[in-house]
């Protein structure tokens, strides 16, 4: 019989922290074996007080991956009633070895790997939200409507940031889970021993044996965007990706040659990739977007973003006329949404015609009813004008064209000045290239600077100009509304000054005018929003961006994002595309034996 101090010693050992597997588990779910030993190289070895308390290296390594086959305590060594303890080892899917009746071998598979990353996530979302938060609070001094200060009320699982934070770490790990199964099952159904079920189902196996199969089914996982409340920022994240996933769906299809085709060579075959026209390029969806963006603006303002109309507004004072210091401050100035509404009004209206109350006083309806917010404006513009928008725009100039030049003149300086900030703020991580080569950087610094600020001056100038040009030259009932389209697709055309530098302002662009056009279209019920509609245009975005990663992954150019879709895979974040030459002696861990990196999955 087992003495009671014997069996005490026994649980003892057994709860300790080494085999504890709450523990065990907590651990490998924060931190890696290898990440600790880099923790303990450059900042735990530092602190003498650090070094004394926290454990060593090998002592986590042995913690995380459990009592092995050769420890005494989980062979249960003593001996007595209690007898000797079997132990098996067995292979484990992930590439660790599961321990019946003991602990785990190889700690960090993939599956521990995937938990602990969409937990990383999680933390990182939350807390990047919160301070946020706290930013928007303190240092901006934003003012919170009230029905944002009762969201912020709400219990927590109703949390914004909660959910979001839910929800992106949810994507990952479903993401992870999902792309390893589908890549298995492709595995076992391309084993010689699975061809009786491909003879019986070949539909079924040669959709499952794809080798787009994995990331198809992987794309089920942006169905965790749902958690998140359907607002603003989840419409964003869609458009996003989807704008992402369509820019690498194109790469792949000009790079193999579906676009502009292949040229033949001397033995009459096509051996060579045609280029793509000069001209052609992400610039020539400007005068779309900007079409668009001038119409929502004046037509369905809650449909038009407000970053758009601080930097058009702000920098038309040519066309918006401030208040005379010495106006009476009992009477109303028209602001910059009166005079917006009154341009619609007018357009609504067939653009009446002014009629000056300077050459005729005595005349009481030189204005309609519906425009009398205006008449601060016209009742003293110049007599010479004959249009009424013209009369509200530039009251006191009766010329177009020098009100145009003057714009210029007003706008140009602040324009570049500010840009030249921005692009200098820029600079400062490439600091080296300004040290080594200061004349080459300062030049195209201040030449990205001056193209960017006339393409915004010149777009916004044109935006106003062309009002006053319809006017002059088109009849009055001759598309009284579309000419605002027109006179932003006009305007559009100034990208053709930064048509080689600036695809992430125009790709920025056209998603914002795609998302108020979508609005607008709901608002007029030209369509009908279906219900987690954005989900599922999330879902499909994960899925061509997959496809596209695994057909061509130098269609992804930017290699963060390649090395970013690697690693939400579960490969690591590396880009592949680029190394693939030491793959062979490379290889991760777990789920690395199973995977051709090379983008082969036979």
């Known amino acids: 019989m087992a003495s009671p101090s014997g069996s005490g010693a026994i649980s003892a050992r057994s709860a300790s922290p080494a085999t504890d597997p709450i523990v065990r588990n907590a651990l490998r779910y924060t931190i890696s074996a290898r990440e600790y030993a880099l923790l303990h190289k450059y900042v735990i070895s530092k602190s003498r007080a650090l070094k004394k308390r926290a454990p060593t290296v090998d002592s986590v390594t042995k913690m995380m991956d459990g009592p092995g ?58 807390a990047l939200l919160k301070l946020w938060d706290i930013v928007q609070a303190r240092v901006l001094a934003k003012k919170q409507d009230p029905a944002t200060a009762k969201q912020q009320k709400q219990p927590l699982h109703k949390s914004p940031t909660l959910r979001l934070s839910l929800s992106l770490s949810t994507i990952l ?15 076992h159904l391309l084993d010689p021993t699975a061809a009786p079920f491909r003879i019986r189902n070949p539909r079924t196996a040669g959709t499952l044996t794809s080798p787009y199969a994995p ?12 958690i998140y409340p359907s607002q603003h920022i989840r419409v964003s994240i869609t458009l996003f990706a989807l704008f992402r996933a369509l820019e690498f769906g194109w790469n792949c299809a000009e790079e193999n040659g579906m676009i502009w085709g292949w040229d033949k060579g001397v033995n009459g075959r096509p051996d060579k990739l045609r280029m793509r026209p000069s001209w052609w390029g992400s610039w020539m969806l400007q005068p779309f977007a900007f079409g668009q963006l001038l119409h929502a603006v004046v037509f369905d303002r809650d449909c038009f973003p407000k970053p758009f109309g601080n930097i058009i507004f702000n920098n038309s004072g040519a066309y918006l006329q401030p208040k005379p210091a010495d106006y009476p401050s009992s009477l109303q100035w028209p602001g910059t949404w009166d005079i917006v509404d009154s341009l619609a009004q007018m357009a609504r209206s067939n653009w009446p015609a002014f009629i000056s109350p300077i050459l005729y006083p005595n005349k009481e309806d030189t204005l309609p009813a519906a425009l009398s917010s205006i008449a601060p404006l016209t009742s003293g513009a110049h007599p010479l004008i004959n249009s009424l928008s013209c009369a509200t725009l530039h009251p006191n100039d009766p010329s177009c064209t020098r009100t145009y030049l003057t714009f210029w003149l007003k706008s140009f300086p602040p324009i570049t000045r500010l840009f030249l900030i921005v692009y200098s703020a820029m600079l400062l991580p490439r600091f080296k ?18 193209r960017m ?22 009849p009055r009932t001759f598309l009284p509304t579309q000419r605002f389209f027109l006179g932003g697709f006009l305007a559009g055309f100034w990208a053709m000054l930064e048509k080689k530098r600036g695809r992430g302002v125009f790709l ?12 607008v279209g709901t608002k007029r019920r030209w369509w009908k929003a279906m219900k987690g509609g954005d989900v599922w245009v999330f879902v499909a975005a994960l899925m061509l961006t997959g496809v596209v990663y695994e057909r061509d992954r130098a269609a992804i150019r930017e290699a963060a994002w390649r ?32 995977v051709d990196y090379h983008g082969k999955r036979d």
């Open 563 to 594: 090395k970013g879709i690697s690693w939400a895979r579960g490969e690591g974040f590396k880009d592949w595309s680029v190394d693939e030459e030491d793959l062979d002696g490379k290889k991760e861990e777990g789920f690395a034996d199973e």
């Open 433 to 450: 290239s300004l040290y080594h080569f200061p004349v080459s950087t300062l030049h195209s610094l201040i030449a990205n600077g001056l």
């Open 173 to 187: 790990l479903m993401y992870r889970l999902l792309f390893r199964f589908f890549t298995r099952l492709r595995a």
């Open 508 to 519: 920025y662009t056209t998603k914002t005018s795609i998302d108020s056009l979508w609005k």
């Open 69 to 126: 086959p050769n420890d005494k305590a989980s062979q249960g060594s003593e001996k007595g009633k209690t007898g000797k303890r079997r132990v098996s080892v067995a292979p484990m899917e992930g590439g660790g070895k599961t321990v019946q009746g003991g602990g785990t071998g190889g700690a960090d598979t993939y599956n521990t790997k995937a938990i602990r990353h969409s937990i990383r996530v999680f933390v990182a979302t939350g």
């Open 453 to 474: 600020s006339a393409f915004v001056t010149g777009a916004v100038s044109t935006a106003w100009a062309s009002i006053c040009f319809f006017q002059t030259w088109f």
């Open 215 to 226: 990331a198809v089914g992987a794309s089920l996982a942006g169905l965790a965007l749902g």
